[in-house]
């Protein structure tokens, strides 16, 4: 029996060497400014509002839905006020690269181990005791702090 032909075009290799490891390796992204899902769904909600209030053509496609769906889920801050001042909060920490910065304002997690876990690059930027006293702050921002 002959092997059918394939239906899809073969994938073309990545172009660079991208990686979010021990190293960030962004390539052409390195210092490009990275936001976290509660500041994408605010620009992606505000841009909708916006055409909807222009009564422009919202031009709501199937992709929008589903990127404001993922958004509105993942988003860990609903609220303007505690968006930006997590963004304050994160922005503080230059010692970060703004990668680093939207990844720890998107994962909100609980222990200075777990974030250097998740996210390896921070290994030696930033010490466990100002990593977590960051991410008791980042708690305390969306209403069940830890303290």
Known sequence: MATPAPTSRTREAPQG???AGAEL????FQDVDALTHSEAAL???ALVMKR????KNANETEMLLKTQDYLDHFARFKNK???EAVERE????KELAKFERAQLGS???DSAEEAKTLIPSLQDKITDDDLQALLD????LMGYGAN
Not at 25 to 28: A, I
């Open 137 to 140: 702050r980042i708690t305390d």
């Open 25 to 28: 390796k962004l390539g052409e």
């Open 52 to 55: 909807k209030a222009d009564r």
């Open 17 to 19: 060497d991208e990686e």
């Open 43 to 45: 620009v992606i909600n």
């Open 90 to 93: 994160l922005s503080s920490h």
């Open 107 to 109: 994962l909100c997690c």
């Open 81 to 83: 006020q505690n968006v």
